[in-house]
């Protein structure tokens, strides 16, 4: 418990807390929880050309999390998350649009 306290209120903790290295990628979670919380939605609200485009900013921002120094693995954790949640939206939104009409 000690050792825990001692990290915390360390000055590279504070810093940490404090950096858009931290608070941006907190900030992004609303992206894929949103579209966590749409997937029990009906699908005619999935927008298409919207789902793709987050689709490849998450691919993009997930390249970057690794490639800048340092690593940021809570930004790679939310883009992670969210490529999954789009790529469910989007199989959604194709079912819908295009697989479901056939069958009525």
Known sequence: MNRLMKILRSKETREYFMSTHFWGPVAN?????????????DPKFISGKMTFALCLYSAMFMRFAI?????????????????GAQITQGYRFINYHYFSKEQQ
């Open 29 to 41: 979670w609303a992206i894929p929880i949103a579209a966590i919380s749409d997937i029990q939605r």
């Open 67 to 83: 490639k800048v120094q340092p690593r940021n693995m809570l930004l790679f954790a939310c883009h992670f998350v969210n490529e």
